[in-house]
């Protein structure tokens, strides 16, 4: 085995590195040392830490610390990180150590070993591409440009186009009338468009609550090197780094103000993860009213006709179930656990320092990638297609013995209690007892009961 190999020294002394490998003895060690899961850092997480060290190698050089020829080659080295080259290299668990050292040095240790094979420099993993920096600024500081990213490109634009879907819905199905549910029992008409209207406005809302967490994600903890006092890096270190991922990313960040907020706490993250939920929660409640509509057809609501993607059953021919609908919930599931290990692990942040930074990460984005990859399901294969069932709505609304809240100012609370329990017994409408008891002549009944004054 000892031919797949080769010997590599850190701090600790030399350690077998595997022979195809692109980063260092400090990554083969955490490798050996946290077997514990299959979950790695995602792309855009990787993308960061090379947007990351390619800016603090451009900053270095301005303030004179690192020559042109090696500036050159970590740059060049970092957009082939950045571009995902490399991402086979990115081998660290999760569930690592509590700063994220060992995927910060990942990240230095490939950056350094392709800028030396692309250039012939002699280029140091902690000296050079992790010059002016320390894990415990770079770890959030990735944390918060990959979610920023991942917010921007994958999870907003689909809210959008989901929204605009269910817009769409609201006006064309706004003279589509049902009954209204309270309680999950009958309650006064309303139209599968303001339903659906509601819905809209329902992620409008969440939007601009995840827009609004997003600009405190954006102050970066960079800068602050290892407890926040900048140790270590040149004045305005922070600020020029930020400047630089601004450029390259097109997204507006900046250095924190006060550096003893962004690594002992990381309650940006906890904001932002708070946003998701209620997204989350959001969804859930449109999603499972959507089930409940499309329910039966026989002995459901039979309100909505649900697309027909997939058998539903391997015993019942011809069933069909909401499977969109609850992949949606469980993905709801999914981020509303997120959150609380996110909630948990920020309350870790003793003194200078959060030591579950990993986790945090992990879970943010795939809070972010979860919503944003099933909101664009749940639109295209759900809310685009899907149809009301108006004759049966339609129908219901007529047997609806709800309607009798119409009449109370004509007739009182109690008469149409009264009304309202006779037509539920004798299985009859309202209209009908009325007529039947001579309580209201039917033109007096017609005007009280105009559905379209009911909305």
Excluded at 173 to 188: C, E, F, P, Q
Excluded at 216 to 243: E, H, Q
Excluded at 281 to 303: H, T, Y
Excluded at 379 to 384: A, G
Aim: glycine share 6%.
């Amino acid at each position: 085995m000892d031919n797949k190999y080769r010997i590599e020294k850190d701090s600790m002394g030399e350690f077998k590195v595997p022979e195809e490998a692109n980063y260092g003895a400090s990554t083969a060690r955490a490798v050996e040392n946290f077997p514990i899961s299959n979950l790695k850092f995602t792309r855009t997480f990787i993308r960061a830490l090379g947007e990351i060290k390619k800016a603090a190698a451009l900053v270095n050089l301005d303030n004179e610390l690192l020559s042109q020829e090696m500036t050159q080659a970590i740059v060049e080295a970092s957009e082939e990180v950045i571009s995902g080259k490399y991402d086979k290299d990115f081998v660290i668990d999760i569930f690592q150590t509590g700063s994220g050292t060992s995927t910060n040095m990942n990240a230095n240790e490939v950056i350094a070993k392709v800028a030396m094979s692309n250039s012939g420099q002699s280029i140091h993993p902690n000296d050079h591409v992790n010059m002016s920096q320390s894990s415990n600024d770079v770890i959030p500081t990735a944390t918060n440009v990959a979610a920023v990213l991942e917010a921007n490109e994958k999870l907003i634009p689909n809210i959008d186009k989901l929204i605009k879907s269910l817009e769409s819905k609201g006006l064309a199905w706004r003279d589509v009338y049902k009954n209204g549910k309270t309680h999950l029992m009958d309650a006064t008409p309303v139209t599968l468009g303001q339903e659906f209207s509601g819905y809209a406005a329902l992620l409008t809302e969440r939007k601009i609550d995840i827009e609004n967490s997003l600009e405190n994600v954006k102050k970066l903890a960079i800068g602050g090197t290892a407890v926040g006092t900048g140790i270590n890096a040149p004045t305005g270190f922070g600020s020029d780094v930020a400047n630089l991922l601004s450029k390259h990313l097109l997204v507006e960040f900046c250095e924190i103000e006060n550096h003893f907020i962004r690594q002992g706490s990381r309650e940006e993250i906890v904001q932002l993860s708070s946003a998701l939920r209620a997204l989350a929660v959001s969804m859930f409640k449109i999603a499972n009213d959507i089930r409940w509509m499309g329910s039966g057809p026989v002995s459901g609501l039979n309100e909505l006709s649900i697309p027909a993607l997939q058998p539903g059953s391997s015993i019942m021919p011809g069933k069909v179930n909401p499977v969109i609908p609850e992949m949606m919930m469980q993905v709801s599931a999914q981020v509303i656990g997120n959150d609380q290990t996110i909630a948990f692990a920020s309350s870790s942040g003793n003194f200078e320092l959060n030591t579950m930074l990993p986790i945090m990460a992990h879970n943010i984005l795939e809070s972010i990638s979860l919503l944003g990859s099933s909101l664009d399901v749940f639109e295209e294969k759900l809310i685009r297609d899907l149809k009301p069932n108006s004759e049966n709505l339609s129908e219901n609304v007529q047997k609806n013995s709800i309607l009798v809240t119409a009449l109370v100012p004509q007739i009182g609370y109690d008469k149409a209690a009264e009304v309202a329990k006779k037509a539920m017994k004798l299985n009859k409408t309202i209209k009908e007892v009325l007529l039947e008891n001579n309580i209201l002549s039917e033109n007096e009944i017609d005007e009280l009961l105009d559905i379209t004054k009911l909305i």
